[in-house]
RNA sequence: GCGCGCUUAGCUCAGUGGUAGAGCACUUCCUUCACACGGAAGGGGUCGCAGGUUCGAACCCUGCAGCGCGCACCA
């Protein structure tokens, strides 16, 4: 930093020292490092979408990973952060698949079929996968780049093969035909957690159907799905519903669709439970195909399924033909039409309902009956048990626990997510694993229906068991191993699907795959869901299945950053697998962001246009502005709702830094190391014990995860204290002639500084990179301890009492200064009062009501901008209405001869004696409650008592300033 | 319906039992040799409402209201 500029220019800073970082390595982890004194530290990213762009949640999400990474390695910790991409299916298939046909190249992918289109998708995937990271690099994150992940890397996908086929052979994983969430629009079905209600406006239709074996007798039917009458195959009605129950076992006439036969529409009466008999009419109308809660009706009383919609959302010729081939919506108005044609419809009334969307394609899903692979969560007490929903959680005392807080070993912060992670846990449904996608993992199970035919060439194949064995029906739910390949190692698990006739077999063996094909095994088509790879992230990412250094020495990780809304997608499964496969947790500690939003609370989203790009914002006023104002405005576990200000608040801030530094450097000379204690001004004792205040402050708010806390008292120290009061001060000292102070003040502030960079490195890693070598301070430090960068340097501790007594920093001391200060602002006051200009010197005389060393003068008057500060003894009087203020260090008089308008200022005076006088009353009432002094704390009433003395001295000022007022 | 969170200065938010705070915005003054991306001074709040506990409540308890978010098979 030879010549330094007057601003800070981050763009010829940021990609300079994020060069020089990866050049030296400082981002690697190396396990062989990792030892008692110098233990691991890890986190792994939330994989963004590989195809995503850096939007705002991904710079609050990794600006706090990058914290703590850089915080821990600055503790002497041995630091991974490993990060990487996600495959993310639909969304990176659809999108693939949109820019194709907008390119004109296809109308569906079908015209390519699945392995060009693939192969597509992987050319998309090198073109574009590598933006986010690019923009992650921008931001300063500190992840080690050489163990990079993606979730479809050869490796990656052999565990999540390796996973499924434990599973399955564990019996957790099966295939069944079942109700499935169906997105008509990307046409595969979705797990539960993939799809939000939303508030909906529509219709309530009441119809009526005549009773078969009562003709002229009615139930009238209320439903908001008139479209899937033609699949009703049963009417449920409460059997303890007093209307209806005399019409058990009859039937009724479906509606629709007209054309049919008297016969064809006879549907029966049955009762159930389910049926709510507050709601409508209290006749439900059952439809197996269309709805889940009828589905299971459906089963208990026997009745069939009619299926009247297509994949993509249209009516089956099932449907009739007045409805046939529409789209679901517009059947649903057609069929009232044709209710109503019919003298059907009573009424339709407006209803306002919650639908399930997918969240993806933000469209109503379908429940749809279809064949699908499912998994029995793994684990789930140990990972219910690991986290403690208590309220208490953070307090929970030894003595209290009975049960032991020692069992929850994982922490959430905030707190209160844990209660909906248990919530979750305790209401499970299996997870619907299987996408009808082409983009992702393949379900590594082949099938072969078992044909004379395949018989023979199986038993062809097969060497250690007979068709007999591997196809006996009586097999249990666990799957049984075989080789087909005959390679040593190299397994399959078999089961036998009686329905089908079929032997599904599977396996994440290459071996076995080659000769299944062989045999005529197909692999089943579908994909498994992008989180079915994303829960084993934080070990798949690490080498497993082989027992790396990275895996024994990184896992488990310590702190997991991420956002509540995937607190089920990706958290518990995380849990949930790291206990199945790694028998010990993921990770210690998640923290859960709270939401981007914009200033006017709503979410950014890309149809708003709300959502400001992250890089524009860098390239506007810097990653250390960017990070710097988001960490300062996002409080624990709250929403951020961000604006632009805080970003230049945040360069604002830097261009501070930036010249404070500046500021040290115009003082010229090498680091000052030694701080000379006989030379300490109390300005400089004052400033070493807010530098203690603050460090302690900040452990204790990285302790509690507490981010914005960590950054308000950097700011307050730093800004405040320091500039505005110490170096303000020190001006005194370095416009003075004494060499010696001037060098240990020098001393005082290189301490300083280079505690306060290292503080602020984890939030701002550019600039302190910057100024810790332009100021010298590398230069000063071993290499490995902040001599090549600051990223290593020790984490500041806070003084040792031996510090304190050396230095002589005691409470005393910190109140003269305080004291001091305060009367400098007595007098800003005075000059502001009465319009003196701030750059005008104005003549003050101080009389002090102690010793006061001349040094102290000095600084007085330099914050005073006084010239001259007259100190004048007790005998000293000034003129009748002089302007003057009063407090500990002594009283303040601003001479202004003839200059007063002595209406006024006796009028201002009389305002405050008014306010001081309340303050008097209320402590004075206080004290004289024997309830009061008899049971609050001693140190509170010595407190109070304080305040009543100060309180009563200012009073007195006052009054004698209002008594030395002239006659008016 | 159940659960969670929020309600403090014009705005965004800190503040968990002892004198109501910060940033921004606003008003006035100042380009004084680190910084106008700056400095100095100032105005502005019965801490959502109602009870209760306490010597003392923004803070603890109860109830209510408003806003937001989860979860839930009311067609």
Not at 463 to 489: C, K, P, Q, W
Not at 662 to 682: C, H, K, P, S
Request: glycine share 6%; net charge negative.
């Amino acid at each position: 930093m030879s010549e330094i500029q007057k601003s800070y220019e981050p763009q010829s800073v940021e990609d300079k020292w994020y060069q020089y970082w990866q050049t030296h390595g400082c981002f690697t982890a190396d396990p062989s490092r990792v030892s008692e004194r110098r233990p691991a530290y890890s986190i792994v990213i939330p994989p963004p979408n590989v195809t995503g762009v850096l939007h705002m949640g991904h710079v609050l999400n990794n600006t706090i990973q990058d914290i703590l990474a850089r915080k821990a390695r600055m503790d002497g910790k041995e630091v991974l952060w490993l990060p990487g991409t996600d495959h993310a299916g639909i969304a990176t298939q659809t999108v693939v698949e949109k820019t194709l046909k907008k390119q004109g190249a296809i109308r569906h992918r079908d015209d390519l079929g699945r392995e060009k289109f693939l192969e597509k998708v992987w050319e998309w995937k090198d073109k574009q996968g590598g933006i986010i990271i690019q923009q992650l690099k921008k931001l300063g994150a500190s992840c080690d780049w050489s163990r990079e992940r993606f979730t479809m890397d050869p490796a990656y996908s052999r565990c999540v093969q390796r996973v499924f086929v434990e599973l399955y052979r564990k019996g957790l994983i099966y295939r069944g035909r079942r109700m499935v969430n169906w997105c008509p629009v990307s046409l595969t079905a979705l797990s539960d957690e993939e799809v939000t209600m939303k508030d909906q406006k529509g219709f309530l239709y009441h119809f009526r159907v005549e009773v078969a074996e009562a003709p002229g007798t009615f139930l009238t039917i209320a439903t908001t799905r008139p479209e899937t009458i033609p699949a009703d195959t049963g009417v449920a009605v409460n059997p303890r519903d007093p209307r209806y129950q005399h019409l058990i076992g009859k039937h009724v006439i479906r509606a629709l669709p007209p054309e049919q036969t008297r016969e064809q529409r006879l549907i029966p009466i049955v009762a159930d439970d389910k049926v709510d008999f507050e709601f409508g009419t209290g006749v439900l109308k059952v439809t197996p195909a269309h709805d889940k809660t009828d589905f299971e009706i459906g089963q208990r009383h026997g009745l069939g399924v009619i299926d009247v919609l297509t994949p993509d959302g249209h009516m089956t010729a099932e449907a009739g033909l007045d409805l046939a081939g529409l789209d679901r919506f517009a059947a649903r108005k057609k069929a009232a039409e044709i209710l109503e044609a019919h003298g059907a419809l009573e009424k339709a009334e407006p209803y306002a309902n919650k639908v399930g969307f997918s969240e993806r394609a933000d469209v109503p899903i379908e429940p749809r009956l279809s064949d699908q692979w499912f998994l029995k969560y793994p684990s789930l007490e140990k990972s219910r048990a690991c986290v403690d929903p208590s309220e208490s959680g953070e307090s929970a005392s030894p003595a209290v626990a009975g049960v032991s807080s020692s069992s929850h070993k994982m922490r959430f912060h905030p707190q209160r997510w844990a209660k909906v992670y248990d919530h979750w846990l305790g209401n499970i449904q299996d997870w619907c694993i299987s996408r009808q996608l082409w983009w992702g993992h393949r379900v590594p199970v082949w099938s072969l229906e078992l044909t004379p035919d395949a018989a023979a060439r199986l038993s062809a194949r097969i060497r250690h068991a007979s068709i007999e064995t591997l196809s006996n029906s009586d097999a249990d739910a666990s799957a049984r191993s075989f080789s087909f390949s005959g390679v040593a190692g190299a397994e399959s698990w078999v089961r036998w699907d009686g329905d089908t006739r079929t032997l599904q077999v599977a396996t994440h063996s290459q071996d076995e795959e080659g000769a299944l094909q062989e045999l005529g095994f197909a692999q089943d088509t579908d994909v498994l869901d992008t989180w079915f790879s994303s829960w084993l992230w934080p070990f798949a990412t690490m080498g497993w299945p082989e027992s790396t250094p990275t895996l024994k020495a990184f896992y488990p990780t310590a702190d997991l950053v991420t956002g509540p809304d995937i607190i089920f997608f990706w958290v518990a499964r995380m849990i949930m697998a790291g206990y199945e496969f790694m028998g010990d947790l993921p990770f210690r500690n998640v923290y859960f962001t709270g939401i981007i939003r914009d200033k006017q609370g709503r979410k950014m989203s890309k149809s708003l246009g709300n959502s400001p790009d992250p890089l524009e914002l860098i390239a506007k006023f810097g990653a250390d502005a960017l990070r710097f104002g988001i960490m300062r405005s996002a409080p624990l576990g709250q929403d951020v709702l961000f604006d632009e200000k805080d970003v230049e608040l945040g360069r604002n801030f830097c261009n501070k830094l930036w010249n404070a530094c500046r500021f040290r450097q115009m003082q010229g000379g090498e680091v000052q190391g030694e701080i000379d204690a006989t030379r300490l001004a109390t300005d400089d004792r004052w400033i070493l014990m807010r530098l203690d205040q603050a460090i302690r402050e900040i452990d204790a708010a990285y302790a509690a995860y507490r981010f914005s806390e960590v950054t308000q008292t950097l700011y307050r120290f730093f800004w405040s204290e320091y500039c505005d009061w110490y170096i303000e001060a020190s001006k005194a000292a370095f416009t003075g002639d004494d060499a010696a102070l001037k060098t240990n003040r020098i001393a005082v502030i290189d301490f300083v500084l280079s505690h306060m960079l290292r503080l602020f490195h984890p939030l701002l890693p550019f600039i302190t990179e910057e100024l810790w070598h332009g100021l010298g301070f590398s230069a000063d430090m071993p290499p490995d301890q902040g001599g090549r960068t600051l990223m290593t340097a020790p984490w500041p501790h806070p003084l040792s009492e031996t510090e304190k007594d050396i230095w002589g920093l005691d409470d005393t001391t910190e109140k003269v200064a305080a004291a001091r200060y305060e009367l400098v602002s007595l007098g800003r006051t005075l000059r502001a009062q009465f319009n003196v200009a701030a750059n005008q010197k104005a003549r003050f005389v101080l009389r002090p009501a102690g010793e006061l060393p001349p040094a102290e003068r000095d600084v007085i008057k330099l914050l005073l901008n006084a010239d001259p500060l007259e100190i004048a003894d007790s005998n000293w009087q000034p003129d009748k209405g002089t302007p003057a203020a009063a407090n500990a260090v002594g009283e303040l008089f601003l001479p202004l001869a003839g200059l007063v308008d002595v209406t006024a200022e006796r009028s201002r005076l009389d305002r405050d004696l008014a306010k001081i006088r309340a303050e008097i009353v209320k402590v004075e009432e206080k004290l004289a409650n024997p309830a009061f002094t008899s049971k609050v704390p001693a140190k509170v009433l010595e407190e109070h008592h304080q305040r009543l003395a100060d309180w009563q001295s200012k009073a007195q000022q006052v009054e004698s300033s209002l008594a030395n007022l002239p006659a008016a």
